[in-house]
């Protein structure tokens, strides 16, 4: 564990809001730092995600690099796994009720978190914990005598629910108890501190009611703003389609973080870079610093140049990518030396991943968004001659060279 207080409270609290979006309440943070000091102690800061999909984005890292903040200081991070509320389903910004997932779908996300927020997070400083410890063991009474210490009126408060209710959209009660049991853990853990992204602040009021209601002093709430994905316009989400990975290779992050809109350069740099972007530089110098600097702290300075000179072949000089993935064509699927476009993308699909449905591969050939030896596909319906040495190009950024087969 680092040492705690090496640093004065006011330098601390220069670090650790640095891109807030929201502090509750005001000064509780400053308030917090005294109080690590008065006991000798180091805070208790947790942070909880729902492994309600495979993969962490950009997006994730915005509060697991103020977490790793938290432990360069010295303080105690926990890291909550919602194993269970990830079973009921956040009904956070949803119009119509979330479907559940399983608990072996919850246990497989899970362990795709933890192998990668390690590139964040200080293994040996964090403790790991999961929400179905405390909460799988609750009885029913228990769970009344929880619902209890909750209204219904102040449930109906969250903008979402109170919409959906105008709207006469269903709202399952399984969803009222969902900020119920993410506030419990806070209670069960004994939080001083709660980081979590702007749309999750409802749910920590929740936790810092139920915690006076069982004796506790309150957590403070740090909330983190959200960040867009690569269309520039909704929050970063896989299933959008507009996240960036943080597992993703170097030329595929680099590639997407030069696609960004202008408006977000300063923005991800403040979130997500150590260091601050040169000043005077123009847009396009900031984009390329952006994604260096990204791109760096995922794979390394060495793969962030080999990225940025990729690029500059691939995307200004035209050239093709040297290290492109080779893949398999079997010379059956060819019926006089043509194919569907879209089989041709779906049937190489196990060894390229250049698509991953059929759906995807009709969406991208619509947006002209293929092409086969720099000729755009635009026709979904269109049989394409493919040919041995045939390079095929989806997206901005995904190449590879096709192979017969026998």
Known sequence: MAALHTLTIDEELTRLRRGLADEVPKNGLSAALDLSRREKRPLRVKFGIDPSAPDLHLGHTVPLRKLRAFQE?????????????????????????????????????????????????????????????????????????????????????????????????????????????????????????????????????????????????????????????????????????????????????????????DALIAKYADLLLDDPLPAGLSPRDAKHALARGLVAGYHGAAAAAAAADRFEKVFVKHEAPENMKEVDLQRTFLKDGTIWILNLLTLLRPKNALVMSRNEAFRLVEQGAVELNQAIIRNPKEDVVVKEGDILRVGKHKFARVHLIE
């Open 73 to 261: 200081l010295g303080h105690t991070v926990i890291l909550l796994i919602g194993d269970f509320t990830a079973q009921i389903g956040d009904p956070t910004g949803q119009s119509v009720v979330r479907p559940q997932l399983t608990a072996d779908q919850v246990n497989a996300h899970a362990k795709t978190y933890l192998d990668q927020v390690w590139h964040i997070l200080d293994r040996e400083k964090t403790e790991v914990r999961r929400n179905s410890e405390w909460t799988s063991a609750m009885k029913f009474d228990e769970v009344i005598r929880l619902a209890a210490r909750y209204t219904v009126a102040r449930i109906l408060d969250r903008e979402d629910f109170s919409k959906r209710l105008a709207e006469g959209k269903p709202i399952g009660v399984h969803e009222f108890l969902y900020p119920l049991v993410q506030g419990h853990d806070s209670v069960a853990l004994r939080a001083d501190i709660e980081l979590c992204g702007t749309d999750q602040i409802f749910n920590c009021h929740v936790g810092r009611a139920l915690q006076e209601a069982a004796g506790q002093p309150p957590e403070v709430i740090l909330a983190v703003p959200l960040i867009e994905g690569t269309d520039g316009v909704a929050k970063m989400s896989k299933s959008k389609g507009n996240a960036i990975g943080i597992t993703e290779d170097s030329d595929e992050m680099y590639g997407k973080v030069l696609s960004l809109p």
